[in-house]
């Protein structure tokens, strides 16, 4: 069994920073990418961040590209996501996912599409006021 832990969520003004966590947890787990995602009330789940785990090629959204960066601890098979410049438009639920080595959902579909991931954490809430 696979979890996804995130951590780091919360309450800013515009401006500011805040860094998510994302901790896997679980066995016999072989991590082909990870990525944050994140949704809005009304909104569809959208792509924000991923990161290839073997090369550690990262790829951005537009609208976070800049100011979003997407990190790793591969000791701990931890991915992180530094957010600077928060503005209002960035206030969602930011979700967790992971590709795992094994699957054929990375190699059928881009890593910047939630298809592309077998598993996903709870979700943490950002919510930035201007």
């Known amino acids: 069994q696979v979890q996804l832990v995130e951590s780091g969520g919360g309450s800013v003004q515009a401006g500011d920073s805040l860094r998510l966590s994302c901790a896997t947890r679980g066995r016999g787990f072989s991590i082909v990418a990870m990525a944050w995602f994140r949704q809005s009330p009304g909104k569809e789940r959208e792509f924000v961040a991923t990161m290839r785990w073997s090369t550690g090629d990262q790829t951005y959204a537009d609208s976070v590209k800049g100011r979003f960066t997407i990190s790793r601890n591969n000791a701990y098979n931890t991915v992180y996501l530094q957010m600077n410049s928060l503005n209002a438009e960035d206030t969602a639920i930011y979700y967790c996912?992971?590709?795992?080595?094994?699957?054929?959902?990375?190699?059928?579909?881009?890593?910047?599409?939630?298809?592309?991931?077998?598993?996903w954490g709870q979700g943490t809430q950002v919510t930035v006021s201007s």
């Open positions: 996912a992971a590709a795992a080595r094994g699957s054929t959902k990375a190699g059928q579909y881009a890593l910047t599409t939630n298809l592309a991931y077998d598993y």
